[in-house]
């Protein structure tokens, strides 16, 4: 089992800054690729930033390259979502989601495990 705790939300002006938080615990096995989903109403949850634990590849969402970077903490079992330059287009709830594996995916399906999602909402 693997438990996924997210934070790092909240309200920010477009053009701002917010670096989210996922605490992750349980198996190592189960989590070596850690993503970042984003879902607003009425739409299906979409695929933003992944990275891996240990490779460190990373993989991004044409929508946010150049803006949002993921990394990973191992020490502390974090995977962390740096926004930068936000757009009222990002407000959602961010999710963190966990598989086993080796290569990074961009698939919502094959992600196992989710945390409950924390609001990020970019006023214009």
């Known amino acids: 089992q693997v438990q996924l705790v997210e934070s790092g939300g909240g309200l920010v002006q477009a053009g701002g800054s917010l670096r989210l938080a996922c605490a992750a615990s349980?198996?190592?096995?189960?989590?070596?690729?850690m993503g970042w989903f984003r879902q607003t109403p009425g739409r299906e949850r979409e695929f933003v930033a992944a990275?891996?634990?240990?490779?460190?590849?990373?993989s991004y969402a044409d929508s946010v390259k150049g803006r949002f970077t993921i990394s990973r903490d191992n020490a502390k079992n974090t995977v962390y979502l740096q926004m930068n330059s936000l757009k009222p287009d990002d407000t959602a709830v961010y999710h963190c989601?966990?598989?086993?594996?080796?290569?990074?995916?961009?698939?919502?399906?094959?992600?196992?495990?989710w945390g409950q999602g924390t609001q990020v909402t970019v006023s214009s």
């Open positions: 990275c891996t634990w240990s490779g460190g590849t990373t």
């Open positions: 989601a966990a598989r086993a594996g080796v290569y990074v995916s961009t698939t919502r399906g094959s992600y196992d495990y």
């Open positions: 349980g198996s190592t096995f189960s989590r070596n690729v």
